[in-house]
């Protein structure tokens, strides 16, 4: 399933490739398979090591279109923790950090029931606040 990733006022959509365990039937349940598919690529990342990194000339030149070329090497090595990246990610729901639409429809509820088709098109949004307006 590809998921797109949205930030407001920018016009770059992240699209990613997203695998669940589980068809899920609800938004928290929707919510909870993306945190879950993203903590184990994470933790992967963070867990592949390689003796003698290289780049090869593809590489470069993919890295040098986002606009920073690097061996990829991570200093920190410490693991994603899935029940407080799932705790987070509800308490941003929640907290109205980031809005999810399924085929271009707002999903408000999180125990709603939601229908996913393999061409389903979802969309996170993250919503960002102006200063001194929130508070």
Wanted: glycine share 4%; net charge negative; hydrophobic share 40%.
């Amino acid at each position: 399933m590809q998921i797109q990733l949205k930030k407001l006022g920018k016009k770059k959509i992240k699209i990613i490739d997203i695998s669940l365990e589980k068809h899920p039937k609800t938004l928290r349940e929707l919510i909870t398979e993306c945190v879950k598919s993203e903590v184990r690529r994470f933790n992967d990342s963070r867990e592949d090591t390689s003796l003698l990194p290289f780049l090869s000339a593809k590489e470069i030149g993919e890295q040098a279109q986002a606009g920073k070329i690097t061996f990829g090497e991570k200093e920190n090595r410490q693991l994603a923790d899935l029940n407080k990246a799932i705790d987070t990610a509800m308490l941003a729901y929640t907290d109205g950090l980031f809005a999810v639409f399924i085929n271009e429809e707002e999903i408000q509820d999180l125990d709603a029931p939601i229908h996913l088709t393999d061409q389903s098109t979802l969309t996170f949004i993250r919503l960002t606040f102006l200063t001194g307006t929130y508070w």
